[in-house]
């Protein structure tokens, strides 16, 4: 379970003054002892989505005692959550979204689990991949191209609701599943909260860029009829592509291993993509294992393929959001997510559901 190898720093990060959490928890005035209020809500936030753990995990066919193994992992989480509370800096504090992940990460490998979304990714992956072609179809049929691309867009944020890390979509999703076309329809109206779609758009037609790194987020959906489609695109346009995922299972995020399996379900005999070349499409491992990324620690395989990278793309809430809105590159970056947590919308000023796209042109 460990990870392998030594990790290493992604060479196109700008270093100064990165720090992998975008919404401050705590200031350094605060009483280092005394939990503070965004630290308390976002240990509520992680307690409220434990019985949506709990029950992926009971039901988890490949762990033996499976129930008495979920409850251990609520009983120690929880007491790991109420210690925090009490002292901000047990467990490793303070707290802050990369810790909170952690620990509950720790805690499912300890008492036995090691994938327990992994059926459910399984058939989200399966259900994505038969819809795949329809939706790249539909927009190769966009002769426009700014039209094109923001429709390519859109369906990145809405395979993107695809999140069973949120204890609200889990929920909603254990009832109705979801349709990725509704989705597309029923994104907020622009402007989103944070919305530089617009110069995004004008960038994309100079095509400047020669390799864009794309670090993945959630199975099904998300990845494979939101951002495999506009992997594609930048693939026809002479762009290369490096898919990073991650090393170990974690919520409902696409794994390494799995990506590589889902693309060899989706590439024809030849090795196209629906008549797209791959073979300027490379998958890294990145040797990340939480559903947020601290980009001072990647993986040397990573590290070598990101290297010439002019377009960084940092997708999902968790690493687009919460720990690297504010990152600066030593190149092009884009993040783009969907505000799926009540606290992060109220952190930008933005409604739950909002979309970001943030755009950052660089300057050397």
Known sequence: MEKSGEMVVLPVLMEQNYRACTIPYRFPSDNPKKTTPTELSWINLFANSIPSFRNRAESDDSVADAPAKAEKFVQRYT??????????????????CILLCQLREQVLREVGFRDIFKKVKDEENAKAISLFNDVVHLNDAIEDESKRIENLIRGIFAGNIFDLGSAQLAELFAKDGMSFQASCQNLVPRPWVI???????SKWAQKSWRKAVIFADNSGADIILGILPFARELLRHGVQVVLAANDLPSINDITYTELIEVLAKLKDEDGKLLGVDTSNLFIANSGNDLPVIDLTSVSQELSYLASDADLVILEGMGRGIETNLYAQFKCESLKIAMVKHQEVAE??????????????QYSA
């Open 79 to 96: 007491e790991i959550l109420e210690d925090l509370k009490k002292d901000p800096e047990s467990h490793g504090g303070p707290p802050d």
């Open 195 to 201: 919305d530089d779609l617009d110069n995004f758009m």
């Open 347 to 360: 952190f930008l000023g933005g409604r739950l559901y909002d979309c970001v796209i943030k755009f950052n």
